[in-house]
């Protein structure tokens, strides 16, 4: 069993209140923080008596997490027991949870309206319905484009793309023509 610093333990206590907001529950939250901040790999049996939760409740768990990606099993020779780490670089932990949140939510949404699209409308109502999902429908790829794009950038590119913030809107020139049509009230 672990011994959690005063830290570690509102670390994993906030990323189990988190894990409700993030999709998963409270348990696979947790895990994932003590595995994210564990220097070594752990087995079900620590996990389970750290954190004082069923080892059941912890195998679902651990299977969520790796189904995830963002958890992967390991062995330790001589021992039979399956050992768990989190993924090491903050980077790529980033990379695979927008990659799965992208697979779980955003392609489905792009399957259905692509499909509604197929539809002819019937009448003019489903008319100005189509017209509004090709709306919605032409921003989620065109973000997903660019995600894609972005997605292929080294790490060290993305985060000096990311410092830069607002000052890419000074260099494309549209810092000022925002902020005026947010001042006056104009939508874009």
């Known amino acids: 069993m672990m011994n959690l610093e005063p830290q570690a333990e509102r670390f994993i206590l906030h990323f189990g209140e988190m894990g409700g907001r993030w999709g998963v529950n409270r348990t696979v939250g947790q895990i994932y923080a003590l595995l994210f901040l564990s220097p ?30 963002l958890v992967r099993m390991v062995h330790k020779v001589g021992d039979r027991r399956e050992y768990f ?10 990379r ?25 409308p019937a009448n003019e109502q489903e008319k100005y319905g189509q017209q509004r999902i090709t709306e919605m429908l032409e ?26 913030g607002s000052k890419v809107q000074k260099v494309l020139g549209v810092a000022g023509r925002v902020r005026k049509s947010v001042d006056s009230g104009e939508s874009k």
């Open 40 to 69: 070594e790999a752990l087995n079900a049996e620590n996990i389970a008596e750290t954190l004082g939760i069923s080892r059941s409740n912890v195998s679902m768990s651990l299977r969520e997490l790796q189904s995830w990606r």
């Open 96 to 120: 695979v949870l927008v990659e799965e949140k992208r697979k779980r939510e955003i392609d489905p949404t792009l399957s259905l309206l692509r499909s509604l699209l197929l539809e002819e």
């Open 139 to 164: 921003l989620i790829e065109l973000a997903t484009s660019w995600f894609d794009e972005v997605h292929r950038l080294p790490p060290e590119t993305l985060l000096g793309l990311m410092r830069l």
């Open 85 to 94: 780490e989190s993924l090491q670089d903050v980077w790529e932990i980033f």
